[in-house]
């Protein structure tokens, strides 16, 4: 059986001669990327962690179409040469799909897209993610489900079962975005699930499901939901006092919640939220104590300004805050990283031939502005089927700042490269 590393050389070596075949043929599409990452971050004087990372990148995508059916594969995979353990093979999407006429069934791993909003995204909580990347949108795996969907109007209604529990992929205690004390490594722990029924297992099968109806009217993007599934970005951390270990415990949790997004002359205002009830053990604890009183409101707003000079450079202007109320500080500050926060965003886009952007942005914390996000990000196209991105984030905090029950120390400042190479 192949492992992770051998997978991901195999996508490296075979995947452009996969991709010229693949296009020999007119039924298919396909195109592919291979990166050489590297980040630095800044000194922690902490000889467990890696303070340099250096990584090959890769991902390659393959679609096939012959009516009524359609099937997709996409997959990426990450070697890191300082920290082994960073190293993944992730699958995004592996389905197919069926035309029925009035429907459209897809089987299959899929990632779906819920969000409205740039930083904030109380609604997009289908897919579990991958913690050791960036905050403001981390990277998602794909989730194995069954989607029924339908026209109606100008949208679509679409049914979702899920049969599978993921979970997020969490850093090792080598990594500076580890979470846990020195010594302690996230992905050695026994995760546990509190399931629909109120019961802790390991199990990673249960019945799961969501409805999401969208529409359009006017000028207006309207996305209503509802989601019964396993968390997966909010756990709690249970301790157990006989054998002194640490358990993540992800819960059972129904969610309300939806998009709305209006289009007025150069603005764009956005509404994104959710409301989570949270599933209670049964007999009102579990052996390893009672859990918190967790169900809650997020609520994201924000607007967008957009100009565009007569030199085809467009500027927009970026504004988002976002909540959540209905429980205590404590438990709030446990929920997530961005609990009661603003963005100030800039973006500048050249509408050259090399697609230049450049996007600097502010995340302040509306109780205690000293925990502060500044980032700058850059990116541009060479030659054609090449790329360059470079990024710098800055954290600034007098203490460590939780994320979804996962801590990110302050000296997760780090700066990053990224050269790719598209066929």
């Known amino acids: 059986m192949l492992t ?17 075949e693949a296009r020999a043929k007119s039924k298919w599409k396909s195109q592919g990327q291979l990166a050489l990452e590297g980040r630095t ?12 990372g250096l990584g090959l990148f890769g991902r390659l995508e393959l679609e096939h179409k012959h009516k009524p059916f359609k099937e997709k594969a996409r997959l990426y995979g990450r070697l890191d040469q300082q920290d082994m353990r960073r190293t993944i093979l992730v699958i995004e999407e592996l389905w197919a799909e069926w035309d029925l006429g009035p429907f459209e069934l897809r089987v299959g791993a899929d990632i779906l897209n819920w969000s409205a909003t740039e930083a904030f995204h109380p609604a997009d909580i289908i897919n579990a993610r991958n913690i050791d990347s960036d905050a403001e949108n981390y990277e998602k795996i794909g989730e194995p489900m069954v989607q029924l969907s339908t026209r109606i109007g100008r949208g679509t209604l679409k049914g979702i079962f899920m049969p599978f529990y993921s979970q997020p992929i969490l850093p090792s205690s080598r990594s500076r975005l580890n979470f846990l004390p020195p010594g302690i490594d996230a992905t050695e722990l026994e995760t546990l699930r509190l399931d629909y029924r109120g019961e802790l297992t390991d199990s990673r099968f249960g019945p ?16 209503l939901h509802v989601i019964h599934h396993m968390d997966r970005s909010q756990p709690e951390v249970l301790f157990d006092l006989n054998s002194g270990t640490i358990h993540p415990v992800f819960r059972a949790v129904t969610q ?31 052996i390893y104590g009672p859990l918190q009183e967790r169900n809650h409101l997020q609520v994201a707003v924000g607007a967008e ?3 565009l000079s007569d030199s085809d450079v467009e500027h927009t202007f970026i504004l988002e805050a976002q909540s959540v109320f209905g429980v205590d ?20 886009s050249l509408g050259d031939v090399d697609s230049t952007e450049v996007l600097v942005s502010m995340i302040v914390d509306l109780e205690d502005p ?9 990116k541009q196209r060479f030659l054609e089927s090449w790329s360059v991105s470079a990024g710098a984030r ?6 460590t700042t939780a994320s979804g029950g996962i801590n990110v120390p302050p000296g997760a400042s780090h700066v990053r490269v990224v050269l790719t190479r598209y066929f």
């Open 208 to 223: 799961q499901g969501a409805l999401r109806f969208t529409q359009t009217i006017g000028d207006a993007d309207l996305d």
């Open 4 to 20: 992770r590393t051998a997978i991901l050389a195999v996508i490296g070596l075979a995947g452009p001669w996969l991709v010229s």
């Open 370 to 378: 000293e925990h502060v996000f500044l980032n700058a990000n850059f």
């Open 394 to 399: 800055m954290l600034f905090s007098p203490e």
């Open 329 to 348: 500080e404590d438990i709030r500050k446990s929920l997530q990283l961005f609990q009661r926060d603003a963005l100030l965003g800039y973006r500048i």
């Open 41 to 52: 971050f800044s000194d922690d004087a902490n000889p467990l962690t890696v303070d340099q």
């Open 256 to 286: 309300v919640g939806g998009t709305y997004q209006h289009v007025v002359d150069a603005f764009v205002f956005k509404l994104e939220a959710g409301y989570r009830w949270f599933v209670e053990p049964e007999g009102g604890t579990t």
């Open 305 to 307: 300004y957009g100009v």
